[in-house]
Nanobody
Framework: QVQLVESGGGSVEAGGSLRLSCAVS???????IAWFRQPEGKEREGVAN????????EYTDSVKGRFTISRDGAKNTVYLQMNRLKPEDTGPYYC???????????????????WGQGTQVTVSS
């Protein structure tokens, strides 16, 4: 069983920055870790993903150039650095763990077996 605990959410003005953390425990290997968010009134969407063996990262188009996903293997923690935040970035953010590659898309939430409880990000204009 993998446990994921997010932290670092908060309220900021547009243009500000936040860094989210996802502490991973309970299993020594994961295939990838992703961040998802769910804007109000919308479906949950993939924001960024990192493959834990290679370090390769992927992003949804709306955050490219503003967000950076990274991992610290020694701390078993994955980060999401969010810069130049916009009001449309508002919502709960979740980290999720995928345990193996079955050929699916990283932004498909069905690829992830374990989820954290979420941390709220609010960006005011």
């Amino acid at each position: 069983q993998v446990q994921l605990v997010e932290s670092g959410g908060g309220s900021v003005e547009a243009g500000g920055s936040l860094r989210l953390s996802c502490a991973v425990s309970g299993y020594s290997y994961t295939y990838s870790i992703a961040w998802f968010r769910q804007p109000e009134g919308k479906e949950r969407e993939g924001v960024a993903n990192v493959y834990t063996s290679t370090g390769h990262t992927e992003y949804t188009d709306s955050v490219k150039g503003r967000f950076t996903i990274s991992r610290d293997g020694a701390k078993n923690t994955v980060y999401l650095q969010m810069n130049r935040l916009k009001p449309e970035d508002t919502g709960p953010y979740y980290c999720a763990a995928s345990m193996y590659d079955d050929g699916g898309s990283w932004f498909d939430e069905n690829e992830y077996s374990f989820w954290g409880q979420g941390t709220q990000v609010t960006v005011s204009s």
